[in-house]
Structures are given as C-alpha cells and as structure tokens.
C-alpha cells in the first residue's frame, strides 16, 4: 500500500506517494511554495491542495521542521511562532478529514536513510545530519529512532546554537569556499564526538550533493559518508514513520 509523505519546509511544502516496501516513490513530487509568514491555517490550506492533488484517501505522513511530543510542536521552528504548543495532527485532521502522523522533519529524513538508504542494517548509534536552513539530526540506535534529537540547537558562543554557526544556509549567507564551511562545520562534528560519540555519521540535505567538494576538508575520528536520497528523504520517511 502506497502511503502520501508530506515534507514541510520554510521555503516549500512538497508530496509524493511512497511504495513502504521499496522506499520510492510511486508519483511525482507535487510541491507548493510555502506561504509567507508559515502561518498554520495557510500550512493547513496547502497540505489540503496536496492532498487533493492525489486525490489521497489514507493516513498521512507529515514532517515538520521543529521539536513534535505527541503531535504537538514545542518550538515553531522556521515558520510562524504560532506553532508553538500547536497540536498540528489536530489542525490537519481538522482542515482534511484525514489522520495524520507528524514527526520532526530531521527524523523523517533520517528514518528514510535508515530504512531504505546507505543507513540500512548499520547498528549502534547512529546519526543523520541533515544540512540545510539548519543543522536537523536524526539519530537511532540499533534500529530504533531516538526522537527530537536536535544536536544543532546546541548552543554555540555569541550564534545561540550551531545551525546559525554551521547551516548550508550561511555558507551561502556568507559567501563561505566549501573549505571555510567544513572549517566551522568540524567544530559541530566535535561536539557530535564528544557529546554522543556515535558510530557513524551520515550527511545528509542539499550540500550532500557536493560530497566531493568538500569531503577532503571533514575532520572526524568516526566515519562519516553521504546520504543518496537527498531531497526526497523527508518525503519518503515522513510516509514510512505512519505507522511506528
């Protein structure tokens, strides 16, 4: 049975249907921008217009980008503080008539790779760095997700917390060379080390796509290699997580 994963995200909301066997997807991604502001009700309207689109009858599966506890966001992440303490399963069920089962969007991603990606049959602790607007993580161990395990909201001297410090986002901000990036970026991968000390680490997001730009410059005493799903991830572990 096909289940629709839906990613949402600060700059676009994007849909697929996805084969759980295989992990693939069986349409094409449907995506719609964002709407300014990241409001709940508008987020609530386009996930509609997804569901719509494919004409979806079943259980959704829906990433978020924050912290989520029994379908409630904790923080607001990079859409509308209005989210915070939102019940969102609520609010989609509401304006859809469908149940939904939202996770953190960094767990969706990492529970793709994990499943159906280059994290399959790997054991211990290990940790999926999504690299994007932030820094998401997802993290399992020995096949089992650890959920809201946001290493990047780790505070970090005058930039609040890491992903202000080390994102793809300010890389280009910035104008950062890949070798300036991976100089900040090994800083997190030390805290990684010595906060969690994990068996592997998995990099993920957009910049994964540029593995061989920088992969010289990563310094690690635990093996790091890249994600293959890239930006299907949190599509296609949004649909998988539906029914843990």
């Avoid at 994963?5 to 849909?15: A, C």
Wanted: net charge neutral; proline share 4%; charged share 20%.
């Amino acid at each position: 049975m096909d289940i629709l994963g839906i990613d949402i995200g600060g700059s676009g909301i994007k849909g697929a249907l996805v084969d759980l066997k295989t992990g693939e997807l069986t349409t094409e991604r449907f995506r719609i921008p964002t709407p300014e502001g990241g409001e709940p009700e508008a987020v609530a309207d386009v996930v509609a217009q997804i569901i719509e689109h494919f004409n979806y009858k079943g259980k959704v599966g829906c990433g978020i980008p924050t912290i989520v506890k029994d379908g409630i966001c904790k923080e607001h992440g990079n859409l509308s503080p209005k989210w915070k303490g939102l019940n969102a399963e609520e609010l989609f069920q509401k304006r859809t008539g469908l149940n939904f089962h939202i996770i953190n969007d960094a767990d969706a991603a990492a529970s793709a790779i994990m499943h159906y990606g280059v994290g399959k049959g790997r054991n211990g602790l290990v940790v999926t760095i999504t690299v994007g607007t932030g820094l998401g993580s997802g993290t399992y161990y020995n096949g089992k997700l650890i959920p809201n395990f946001e290493l990047g909201q780790i505070p970090y001297k005058k930039y609040e917390k890491f992903e202000h410090y080390a994102a793809s986002s300010i890389k280009e901000q910035e104008n950062l060379s890949y070798k300036q990036w991976a100089k900040r970026f090994n800083k997190f991968l030390k805290y990684i080390n010595l906060i969690v000390s994990p068996n592997l680490i998995i990099l993920g997001g957009g910049i994964s796509k540029y593995w061989s730009k920088f992969e010289k410059y990563l310094e690690s005493d635990v093996e790091i290699i890249p994600a293959e799903l890239q930006n299907h991830a949190g599509i296609i572990g949004a649909a998988a997580e539906v029914n843990s």
